[in-house]
């Protein structure tokens, strides 16, 4: 596997999928796995299949799902051992409570729970069931006897049930049951794994006065791609950003909101880290005072705010081992002006961002940037989505980490 792949690319995983109300968003999961470049197995039992027809899971994977335990499936042996042999992930999703209970006892009679008895590979459970099911005494005895074991619970989630109740019980969204699967194989094989990664993100916001702030236009795009990828990889990854909402699952995030906060929040976690990537746009400067309440029109007339100089954050950080990477968003000179950020900051890649295209830099998904070494190397690196570009910079970090032994 080229690293620029991703996690998924070409990886085997089951989907156990069992008889919930839930079923429908097993779709979903299998559409963003097999568009991942996963290999996708589909394992059902028959409740399962009075919520959804095999024939939709068939056309989405073009593989037969397994339903039967008695019918022939494979060509060599059982095809439960087959399956559970070839798996590299087995993921059961939506996992009701009785899934779990025969789980956990070891009952082996439906082709999902005999997979899994079957299987060596790690094993991702995202339950949905009412909460009363849940929170019952039974289901917390098993998902504990499982956790025990090995398994990894994703959610359940709280929110509105089908019983028309309100509480935790929800399947979670596809997307972030999905990013769990990418950070789990991430974590059993990736390059990264073992690293701890800082990744900062988004504008900060220099307060003017409690409900004004001098900022730019940085969405945090770049830097949450850049977190998912070295996740996807297998490293820790924090992300200190000042767009926290909607946070990547199995991220640390850190929110902050001013270039003070983000630079306490860094320095207090550098020691630890391997690698630093700032892709914030930090502001230089602020407000030397802000007020303390709203500036109201009309009292003052015209007002001029004095500037201060923020603190250069990444040329402040000198851990040694540390591999720095520095961006550069220019508008004007994009080499030359990176080469030079490159130096000052004491970094060992800079990231050149020409933030003037409309496909490109702040706001987008996709991004056109060249990376520079200290060597004076450079890679072009066409027009793609951030997180092909954030693998592509992961790729030089990768190669500038020290060997772990
Ligand atoms: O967030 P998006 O909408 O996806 O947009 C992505 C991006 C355009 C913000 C990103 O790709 C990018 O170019 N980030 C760097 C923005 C920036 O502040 O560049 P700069 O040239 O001003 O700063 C150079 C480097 O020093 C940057 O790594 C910056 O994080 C760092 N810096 C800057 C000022 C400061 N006080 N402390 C710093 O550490």
Excluded at 254 to 278: Q, T
Excluded at 294 to 308: F, N, Q, T
Excluded at 335 to 360: E, F, R, W
Aim: proline residues 4%.
């Amino acid at each position: 596997m080229s690293t620029s792949d991703g996690p998924l690319s070409g990886r085997h995983i089951v989907l156990g999928v069992t008889g919930s109300i839930a079923c429908y968003k097993a779709l979903d999961i299998t559409s963003q796995l097999v568009q991942a470049g996963a290999v996708v197995d589909i394992a059902m039992t028959a409740s399962a299949t009075k919520f959804v027809t095999p024939l939709t899971f068939r056309s989405l994977t073009a593989r037969e799902p397994y339903v039967d335990m008695w019918h022939p499936h494979g060509e060599f042996g059982e095809a439960h051992v087959e399956l559970a042999r070839r798996a590299d992930l087995m993921l059961i999703a939506p996992a009701t409570a009785s899934a779990m209970a025969r789980l956990a006892h070891g009952l082996a009679d439906d082709f999902v729970s005999l997979t899994a008895l079957a299987t060596e590979a790690p094993l991702l459970l995202a339950p949905a069931m009412d909460s009363q099911m849940w929170s019952h005494a039974a289901t917390q005895f098993n998902r504990a006897l499982l956790e025990e074991r090995g398994a990894q619970f994703i959610g359940p989630a709280e929110g509105r049930l089908a019983s028309g109740r309100t509480g935790a019980g929800r399947l979670v969204e596809p997307r972030a049951i999905v990013d769990e699967v990418r950070a789990r194989l991430g974590r059993e094989r990736g390059d990264l794994r073992g690293r701890t990664i800082i990744v900062s993100a988004g504008g900060t916001r220099e307060a003017i006065d409690p409900v004004r702030f001098v900022g730019n236009h940085s969405s945090g795009k770049m830097g949450r791609a850049i977190a998912e990828a070295a996740r996807d990889r297998g490293a820790s990854v924090v992300l200190v950003t000042t767009v926290a909402g909607d946070a990547p699952s199995a991220v640390r995030v850190v929110s902050v909101d001013s270039a003070d906060d983000m630079s306490a929040a860094i320095h207090e976690r550098v020691g630890k880290a391997d690698a630093l990537i700032m892709a914030a746009a930090v502001a230089d400067y602020r407000p030397a005072d802000a007020a303390q309440q709203k500036i109201k029109r009309g009292e003052v007339g015209d007002i001029s705010i004095d500037l201060v100089e923020n603190e250069d954050i990444i040329a402040g950080v000198s851990e040694p081992n540390l591999v720095k990477v520095a961006f550069a968003a220019e508008t004007q000179d994009l080499i030359a002006n990176a080469q030079k950020k490159l130096a000052s900051k004491g970094a060992k890649l800079i990231v050149a961002n020409d933030v003037t295209a409309t496909d490109a830099g702040f706001g987008t998904d996709t991004n056109r940037i060249t990376i520079l070494d200290t060597d004076g190397g450079r890679e072009d690196v066409p027009l793609m989505t951030k997180y092909e570009c954030a693998m592509r910079i992961l790729d030089r970090v990768a190669e500038l980490l020290p060997r772990a032994d």
